[in-house]
């Protein structure tokens, strides 16, 4: 049997991490500033996370939703205080596809209605229903068509007004920033704009947080810099440093009942561990505000860079877009300077390091830059 080749990969292959440094199987070592699509939050092999999943290993790798797992209590305490939502309820999957896919469906079961509204460029998965909210048609199989998906252009109110006033949708779906799209922001008047019209129209706001949360803003959430507050949050990329785990966020005024979710492998043992061990990190070495003073020396370093059109993104989420001329240089940051990036495109290149990267490191890959683009 051979692989199902969807991927493009380029042919180097990791074999070993530590914190923002990885080497391949050839031995050569590279710097990762994108943290496999900013899942890496906290390090490669932190020895704390390392430490504290090999422990619960050794006690109890699984077992099923049908029995007490206290350490999912843990998380959802832990969680609510360090992210400002102590008042919410936790349903604990195993992908951020797969959070939005449950927040989709807890939207529509608390209205009763089953049209949602999402935005032009939004990324929110490649399940059934996230797929569908997802303004790319080329991911989008005949299977998942749907009326019941609307899309706006971003930051525009009037264009949200005219579609929920019809007054048959369940939920609006939003990232805290796009990032496959290529790093834009809804404006924070957008957002209290949109708080207001959901209130207004009994619809359930949906913040996708999924690559834009757990600290990488400079806020534990994005939409946190503009001071709304979500029914519904979804996240799941850096809420297990790369073991598989999501979370739905649920206001208190959204009732649960048995059965209307559920799910085999989330919230397992492990995945509760390595969440825990994440949050372990995150607050005691203040890396939230480390995102924040990094993401403030990048903006300033590429501030008038002559191979940037615009740069875009809070704290260590970037989207620099080049100007024509410069399209290539991820290749030769990757292949000449052993630097790991990300793209949306060939014209956006998007930093997504660990919450942990140092000031060396920055001016490391700032000076690699500036050489290259001489």
Known sequence: MNLFEVYKLWDIEPVRGLDTTLWDKNGEVYTDLYGGHAVISVGHSHPHYVKMLQEQLGNLGFYSNAVQNSLQRELAARLGRVCGYDDY??????????????????ASFHTGKAKVLAFRKAFHGRTSGAVAATDNPKI?????ATENIVFVPLNDLDAVEAELSKGDFAAVIIEGIQGVAGIYEPADEFLHGLRSLCDRHGCVLILDEIQSGYGRTGKFFAHQHSGVRADIITTAKGMGNGFPIGGVLISPSIKASYGMLGTTFGGNHLACTAALAVIDIIENEHLVENAARMGEYFRSAFEN????KEYRGKGLMIGMELKDEYVGLRDRLLFERHFFTGAAGAQVIRLLPSLTVSQETA??????WKELTI
């Not at 989008?140 to 998942?144: I, K, L, R």
């Open 363 to 368: 001016e490391s890959f700032v000076n690699a």
């Open 140 to 144: 989008q199989a005949p299977f998942n």
């Open 305 to 308: 860079d002559k191979a940037i």
């Open 89 to 106: 309820a936790l349903f604990l999957c195993n992908s951020g596809a797969e959070a939005n896919e449950n927040a989709l469906k807890v």
